[in-house]
Structures are given as C-alpha cells and as structure tokens.
T-cell receptor, first 112, second 114 residues
Framework: DAKTTQPPSMDCAEGRAANLPCNHSTISGNEYVYWYRQIHSQGPQYIIHGLKNNETNEMASLIITEDRKSSTLILPHATLRDTAVYYCIVRVYGGATNKLIFGTGTLLAVQP | EAGVAQSPRYKIIEKRQSVAFWCNPISGHATLYWYQQILGQGPKLLIQFQNNGVVDDSQLPKDRFSAERLKGVDSTLKIQPAKLEDSAVYLC????????????FGPGTRLLVL
C-alpha cells in the first residue's frame, strides 16, 4: 500500500505557482520522498526527490517539513502542459527491489 | 538518447485469448520493470529484472502471466489466458542499476479484454 496521502484533484491558473501537498506521516528516517507525474496517455515521468533538505531542479522545487511528515511540490509557473496526475512516493534508499509504490495521486488541472 | 520503447501501443482481444507485449529498455540499463495500471489507479509493479534475472515477481499472477528478458536486454510480458480484469495499461520502465536511480517509463500498451 502507498504510504502517502494526496488530494485527489487541484486546479491552478496558468502562469501561477502550483503547490501540491503530500502527507507521509509514517515516513522512516531512511526513506526518500519522490515525485513523478503522468501526463494523459504517457508513462510516468520523474520530477524530483529529496530526503530532508529542500531541493530544486529545472522542473520543480520540493519543500519537506522539518519533521518530514509532509512535503509540497512547487511548479513555479504552471503551464497547460503541466496538466497531469502527480504522484508522491516514499522510497527506501538502496531497497533491494527499487520498488516504486504508487498511490492514486493528484490530478492537477491548469486552467487558461 | 532514445527512450523506452514498447509495442504494440494498443491491443484488443477476447477473454481466454493470449497476448504478448514487448519492451526495449534504454541502452545500458540493467534493470527492467513491468507495471500494470488499471484505469483510475497508479501503476503497480508486476515484475523486476536485473539483467536477465528476476529480482521481484511477488505481484505477478503466475498462473496466467509470464515474463522473460533474454540476454538481459529486451523483454516480453505474456498473458495466457486473458481475463476481463486484465484490461489495463502495461508499462515498461528501466533504470541503470538498482538503488535510487531514476526509472524511465515507456508509453505503455493499452490492453482491452472483451
């Protein structure tokens, strides 16, 4: 079972920041937070991951609370092409099977 | 670089028929995964290969599903016989090795069982 809780859907205006929350209250010390997204009719795409520090790359920023029980994915300037299902996943470092356990994710709809 | 390739993209069969899906991972990627994604759900791992050996097949319904990865490159996933509940998208992914490496997904094969 997925170890994360996400809202089923969110809306965002084009050009505005999209903030997607994720709760992972049972996360362990050696578990990372990963984000993937899945655009309609495509396979999932890696976005970003982190352990306890905030992370930023060319796609997004990841903010992890100090107690690590929740996190927020930030898309700074959402475009229509960012409309997708966003999955938040916790994952053990060096796990033998490197398994990704997906939940049902958040459907982000970017409105023009 | 070329991504993960899958074929066919779509397949419609009747129940009790057999079907096979093909996956070609990114060149040099040692680990290959097959996921099943039922409509409205997130992908679920069916089987993971490291080179040509199986690492995890705990979620694979072995009475009807089989998979192989000959020579540690391409892989095929077969369903025989298919059931209505097998209607789903079958996704293939690959990564360099096990661990924390990014998994790269193919576009998937959409299967409809009538």
């Amino acid at each position: 079972d997925a170890k994360t809780t996400q809202p089923p859907s969110m809306d965002c205006a084009e050009g505005r920041a999209a903030n997607l929350p994720c709760n992972h209250s049972t996360i362990s010390g050696n578990e990372y937070v990963y984000w993937y997204r899945q655009i309609h009719s495509q396979g999932p795409q890696y976005i970003i991951h982190g352990l306890k520090n905030n992370e930023t790359n060319e796609m997004a920023s990841l903010i992890i609370t100090e107690d690590r029980k929740s996190s927020t994915l930030i898309l700074p300037h959402a475009t229509l092409r960012d409309t997708a299902v966003y999955y938040c996943i916790v994952r053990v470092y060096g796990g033998a099977t490197n398994k990704l356990i997906f939940g049902t994710g958040t459907l982000l709809a970017v409105q023009p | 670089e070329a991504g993960v390739a899958q074929s066919p993209r779509y397949k419609i069969i009747e129940k009790r028929q057999s079907v096979a899906f093909w996956c070609n991972p990114i060149s040099g990627h040692a680990t290959l995964y097959w996921y099943q994604q039922i409509l409205g759900q997130g992908p679920k791992l069916l089987i993971q290969f490291q080179n040509n050996g199986v690492v995890d097949d705990s979620q694979l319904p072995k009475d009807r599903f089989s998979a192989e990865r000959l020579k540690g490159v391409d892989s095929t996933l077969k369903i025989q016989p298919a059931k209505l509940e097998d209607s789903a998208v079958y996704l293939c992914a690959s990564s360099l090795v096990r661990g924390m490496e990014t998994q790269y997904f193919g576009p998937g094969t959409r299967l409809l069982v009538l």
